[in-house]
């Protein structure tokens, strides 16, 4: 339901196209394989398991390394914001306190090339 309501909000934004909503890791790579997206929404904790988003971004990062990737964490945790970035995330942003506004501010960012992490997230 989540990744619905995200899919629904962002594409409400008509300079976004969102192509796919995915549940699984396996989906995702899948998903980023076949579409080669500009930049790719990752929940950490995917269907498969709690930081199951991770493993995908790596696959991602080692399959379409062109492809800049956002990864979506529950909180604030420092070692995940590292464990993030060093996976090949472009930008972090946490669900818990951020609003659509501040994810469209994100992707817009990345997309430009620009690494993305507010102060709360390196808290």
């Known amino acids: ?20 909503s995915v549940v699984t890791s396996q989906e ?5 394989k076949a579409r080669s997206p500009n930049v790719a929404l990752i929940t950490a904790s995917l269907a498969d398991g709690p930081l199951s988003g991770f493993g995908a971004l790596r696959q991602i990062r080692e399959l379409c390394p062109d492809v800049k990737t956002v990864i979506l964490l529950n909180g604030p945790e420092r070692n995940l914001v590292v464990d993030a970035f060093r996976a090949g995330a472009r930008g972090v942003l946490l669900l818990s306190s951020s609003s659509v506004k501040s994810l469209c501010r994100c992707v817009e960012q990345v997309h430009a090339g620009q690494i993305w992490a507010n102060s709360c997230e390196l808290v």
């Open 1 to 20: 339901m989540a990744s619905e309501l995200l899919m629904g909000a962002l594409k409400r934004h008509r300079h976004f196209h969102v192509s796919d």
């Open 28 to 32: 995702a790579i899948d998903a980023v």
